[in-house]
């Protein structure tokens, strides 16, 4: 018992740290470097040279499985791992280094060397593995924990892999203390608890109800991921619904692929045709985990629910403990009661995911007009006239505008604004190319000159019919509505930086008006109601008025703009548990006071607005 409490309040310390963490911003700086090259950096450029596949996406996931290198998977890629809890075969772990070490242990056991020599050379075999891969925090735990086995049976040592671990967390955080900020070291050492503390017990109680092979490959997949949930919870929104049925169906292709990327890194020096046929042939098992990924992110409810900060964190720590406890217990009162408290909380989220399937099936309505898509901490709103569809911004994460332009059912977008380059903005831009049809595209006058303007200005050559820059005054027709574009003017002299350069437009229809404020500032805002003569005169006439809201409802607003509009209603798009405060309070309580009805895809998911004769309608899809 008194371990458990020990292993809950730990659990509970590392993620309430975690909170901390991601709220200063701190970035852990000294020894360990996230661009990496070292002495066996030409090796590691010839197989990324070498490394074929299947697909793209197949063949980058190769190379990540193989020496932890994501830089050729998909940001899509990426999304769909994450949503599923899969990013940990990217980055290599304590699999990977005892591959390495079991390869090399037993061809060395071919030779008449004795016990000692064999431990030696393994080790220095593990030494050179990290030095090929690079110093990343979870290699490190992984690596210097099999130091520590191997040097403790070949002296004959006793002691279990717990002893290991925790003398591995010490040796490293004497090294570098800072090592506890970082996320991957986090995960990696909890990950590595729960299958040493909690998987051989819960395999123990499967098997009873299922097969040997199945019962611990789901207690390891499911205690790895119980542990991991107080750090994830930082890292991302709510409960990965399919996280143990991906890790179980990915797990037996996840060996075969790392061996053979590592033989194939070892010979791309010196063969690297046979480098490529190899990663090519492991490619086609990687081909098949991004199906499961991709699949079951984008399967209904892929995340769940959960209470977000400290108390989601103690939720958590309480269900571990009601799950080791069920698990561990000689006492079967114990075990009811945790059995109760198990049985609490799984109905606890059934409840919340049949509420949010039922609001998800009336959703959205048929006759919508206006969207603001659920994209995280970033901008997406759809508009739809007469058949015409517009888009303005795309969010962060493709995954994201696929998933809401799907559920919406738009195959062709006849106007895309992407109102300028900050990522949270544009980010998305493939999710939202991928298997539809983009007439004009209008982009800012602002010259950017970071990178994701010109991969912004790549992407939209070759898939839009026409891109213009466009500054105030530029305007047109999406079926029965009229808009105008109302900043910046052309190109963007007065702009201080992109947020200040960003495209602003107001959509005038029949049945209501749009204003979408982009990310201006207070100082963009006050031009444009300096020349609100232009563009508003006296109004609407009577029509209601819908305010994207700008800046994700940041503080930095123009008081007597919006107190001139009286928006009907203001649409927030901002992600939730964002590290910067939006929206803030000073601007809730502005629309508040101007009479304003605020709604935020942070509390209530995607939200759709129809006009009909009793007036604009707002629909929200929910959370989860």
């Known amino acids: 018992m008194k371990r458990l409490i020990a292993l809950l309040i730990g659990a509970l310390s590392l993620g309430w740290f975690s909170i901390q963490v991601q709220l200063s911003g701190h970035q852990r700086s000294g020894w360990l470097k996230s661009e990496y090259s070292g002495p066996f950096g030409f090796v590691r450029d010839s197989f990324l040279a070498a490394v074929q596949g299947v697909s793209a996406d197949s063949r980058g996931l190769v190379a990540g499985l193989a020496i932890g290198d994501e830089s050729l998977l998909s940001d899509q890629a990426r999304d769909s791992m994450k949503v599923v809890s899969l990013t940990h075969l990217t980055a290599v772990s304590g699999a990977n280094c005892a591959i390495v070490v079991g390869l090399a242990w037993l061809l060395l056991g071919r030779l008449e060397i004795s016990r000692v020599i064999r431990s030696l050379v393994s080790i220095v075999v593990l030494a050179g593995y990290v030095l090929l891969v690079g110093p990343q925090p979870s290699v490190l735990r992984a690596s210097v924990m099999v130091g520590v086995v191997i040097v403790s049976k070949t002296l004959g040592r006793k002691g279990g892999a717990s002893a290991a671990l925790a003398l591995c967390i010490m040796v490293l955080l004497i090294a570098d203390p800072w090592l506890v900020a970082d996320y991957g070291f986090q995960l990696s050492v909890l990950a590595t608890l729960g299958i040493l503390q909690l998987a051989p017990a819960l395999a123990e109680r499967f098997r009873a109800r299922m097969p040997t092979w199945l019962a611990l490959t789901l207690a390891v997949s499911f205690a790895a991921q119980l542990f991991c949930l107080p750090v994830l919870l930082q890292l991302q929104e709510g409960l990965p619904t399919y996280s143990v049925l991906a890790n179980v169906l990915a797990e037996p292709l996840v060996a075969p692929i790392t061996v053979l990327g590592i033989v194939s890194c070892i010979v791309s020096p010196i063969v690297p045709w046979l480098a490529g046929l190899l990663t090519w042939t492991a490619s086609l098992a990687a081909w098949i985990i991004l199906q499961i990924a991709s699949g079951l992110a984008d399967a209904p409810l892929a995340t769940l629910g959960w209470p977000s900060g400290l108390l989601g964190i103690a939720c958590v720590v309480l269900v571990l403990g009601a799950v080791m406890a069920w698990a561990r217990s000689q006492k079967a009162g114990n075990r009811f009661i945790a059995a109760l408290v198990i049985g609490v909380a799984a109905a606890s989220i059934l409840g919340s995911c049949t509420s949010d399937q039922v609001r998800s099936w009336s959703w959205p309505p048929r006759d919508w007009s206006i969207v603001s898509c659920d994209v995280g901490q970033g901008d997406a709103s759809v508009l739809r006239s007469n058949g015409a569809v517009a888009v303005i911004d795309v969010g962060r994460e493709p995954r994201l505008i696929d998933k809401c332009l799907k559920s919406l059912g738009i195959k062709r977008i006849d106007l895309l604004v992407l109102t300028h380059f900050d990522l949270d903005h544009v980010g998305g831009l493939d999710g939202l190319l991928r298997n539809r ?47 105008k574009v109302l900043s910046p003017h052309q190109g963007a002299a007065e702009a201080e930086d992109s947020n200040d350069g960003s495209v602003s437009m107001l959509f005038l229809g029949p049945k209501f008006a749009f204003l979408g404020l982009a990310d201006l500032g207070e100082r963009a805002q006050r031009r444009i109601a300096a020349e609100s003569s232009g563009w508003l005169g006296v109004g609407f006439g009577g029509l209601p008025l819908v305010v994207k809201v700008a800046h994700h409802g940041s503080g930095d607003q123009y008081p007597e703009l919006y107190e001139e509009l009286r928006p009907q209603i203001a649409l927030f798009s901002v992600g939730r548990n964002n590290d910067y405060g939006h929206p803030t309070e000073r601007t809730l309580s502005l629309l508040t006071r101007v009479g304003s009805k605020s709604y935020r895809t942070d509390l209530s998911g995607a939200l759709a607005i129809s006009a009909n004769p009793e007036g604009l309608q707002v629909y929200a899809s929910g959370r989860g």
């Open 437 to 483: 049809q983009v007439g004009l595209s209008l982009i800012t006058s602002y010259q950017d000159e970071r990178p994701a303007a010109a991969i912004t200005y790549r992407s939209l050559s070759g898939k839009s019919e026409s891109v213009v820059q466009v500054g105030t005054g530029y305007s047109g027709k999406l079926g029965d509505l009229n808009w």
